[in-house]
């Protein structure tokens, strides 16, 4: 079992970062005054290459190819499953030229954490886009079903070992959940977690695990290559073009999205959040994030207003009692 003040510590004392060393620079507008349509700040708070730095370079992209925005910047300030931006972002009260990246997986970092700060210190503005964790095993495996998976685990699930993301993860949260369904306690659930999914990969590859939670998009080609084999994926329905089975289909309700979205600084004015609103739709609506979420496998999400407000409540109460149930 794992203390959650003692994860919070050391989640906090993988990076300290001063604010006062930060480039973030408020643009000068006409009448001296900074603008979001002058120029943006995108905080991705995650290390450049994860997640949410890719999700919050191509909605630069997008803002830079329709001319939405004169001047967007990406800056990222990684550490404890964003919390460590988010911390930050919650004392900048009024920074009106500034969106910081989002979803799911801060959800869970706030929980596991005991993080002061948390969704609702910001203003939230949209939920854009969503990708789905896929349970594998080696394809050498003799497990071929999710049936044949949940079988061996109720027999053995300290000896059913499963390779994943970091502690509170949409992995661990998702190994908890399964569990939870098919009558596994989720805090006997052998989850094996991994700082990277270079490394949770290659224990799924070696068979060192006997299976692993990842992100479809982190084992897509080596499924692809015949190298892992799926057993099932997290989405509400099958995926356009991906030939794998939901848990849902197969008798387990255990639904999760890896959702990204944009919060604003708390303090901000109405006009100045419909500016922000306003942004987000010019995003959806750009050719060049339609290919986005082409390219990335994504699936368009788009949510605002009261609805996203609500769904984010939801997914809070949800990682609650996952991750009392994983005993964190």
Do not use: C
Not at 51 to 71: C, P, T, Y
Not at 187 to 196: F, Q
Request: glycine share 12%; hydrophobic share 40%.
């Amino acid at each position: 079992m794992v203390n959650k003040r003692i994860l919070s510590r050391s989640l906090y004392g993988v990076a300290v970062v001063s604010v006062a060393g930060l480039a973030f620079t408020n643009a000068a507008a006409s009448g001296g005054e900074s603008s979001a349509r002058n120029k943006l700040v995108i905080m991705a708070p995650a290390s450049p290459g994860g997640g949410w730095d890719g999700f919050s370079r191509e909605a630069q992209q997008a803002l830079k190819s329709i001319g939405a925005v004169n001047n967007v910047q990406v800056t990222n300030i990684p550490g404890a499953g964003g919390t460590i931006g988010l911390s930050q972002f919650v004392q900048m009260t009024g920074r009106h030229d500034m969106l910081m990246a989002t979803g799911g997986v801060m959800v869970g970092a706030i929980e596991l954490a005991d993080s002061e700060a948390t969704m609702k210190d910001v203003e939230l503005i949209a939920r854009m886009s969503d990708d789905y964790a896929a349970l594998v095993v080696p394809a050498k495996s003799k497990i071929k079903t999710l049936d044949e998976f949940v079988e061996a685990w109720k027999k053995d699930p300290g000896g059913t070992s499963i390779a994943g993301g970091s502690l509170g993860s949409i992995d661990h949260l998702l190994t908890g959940k399964v569990a939870q369904e098919v009558g596994i306690d989720p805090a006997k659930a052998n989850y094996i977690a991994y700082s990277g999914g270079g490394e949770a990969l290659t224990s799924m590859l070696a068979g060192t695990t006997a299976g692993g939670m990842s992100g479809y998009n982190e084992v897509a080609d080596q499924i692809e290559a015949g190298n892992l084999r799926a057993l099932a994926i997290s989405s509400e329905e099958r995926l356009p073009g991906i030939d794998i089975p939901t848990f849902k289909e197969q008798g387990v309700d255990a639904v999760m999205a890896n959702w990204r979205g944009f919060a604003a600084a708390p303090g901000i004015t109405e006009e100045d959040k419909q500016v922000f609103v306003e942004m987000v739709h010019e995003i959806h609506e750009s050719e060049q994030w339609k290919d986005a979420l082409e390219r990335n496998n994504w699936t368009d999400s788009f949510m605002i207003g009261k609805e996203f407000e609500d769904y984010v409540d939801s997914e809070i109460e949800v990682t609650e009692q996952i991750v009392k149930g994983l005993g964190l």
